[in-house]
């Protein structure tokens, strides 16, 4: 499986950006989407999470000001991220999972100015 992920870039605090990630390669049916990230000098964590049936899961961080989405047909993820803050700026990394395998994206950086 392969990931490509799109978006971010250098945003005001209190702005938004969109970040996408289309998965190509040997897809199983059933599987999780998600984002995960990692700022400098700090451990990756877990951003939100999708499942092919539309299940959710979101730190608790970004609950209210993050949405993730998917469009199955397209096997993309995206993730809508409102209101964001300087400690959201990141490297962000799409992740995909299923029964078999796990696969991780590229990173892509979000950087939010105050």
């Known amino acids: 499986v392969q990931l490509q992920a799109s978006g971010g870039g250098l945003v005001q605090a209190g702005g938004s950006a969109r970040l996408s990630c289309a998965a190509s390669?040997?897809?199983?049916?059933?599987?999780?989407m998600g984002w995960y990230r990692q700022a400098p000098g700090k451990q990756r964590e877990m951003v939100a999470k999708i499942t092919t049936g539309g299940r959710t899961n979101y730190a608790d961080s970004v609950k209210g000001r993050f949405t993730i989405s998917r469009d199955n047909a397209k096997n993309t993820v995206y993730l809508q991220m409102n209101s964001l803050k300087p400690e959201d700026t990141a490297v962000y990394y799409c992740?995909?999972?299923?029964?078999?395998?796990?696969?991780w994206g590229q990173g892509t950086q979000v950087t939010v100015s105050s």
């Open positions: 992740w995909y999972g299923s029964t078999f395998d796990d696969h």
């Open positions: 390669g040997s897809i199983f049916s059933l599987n999780t």
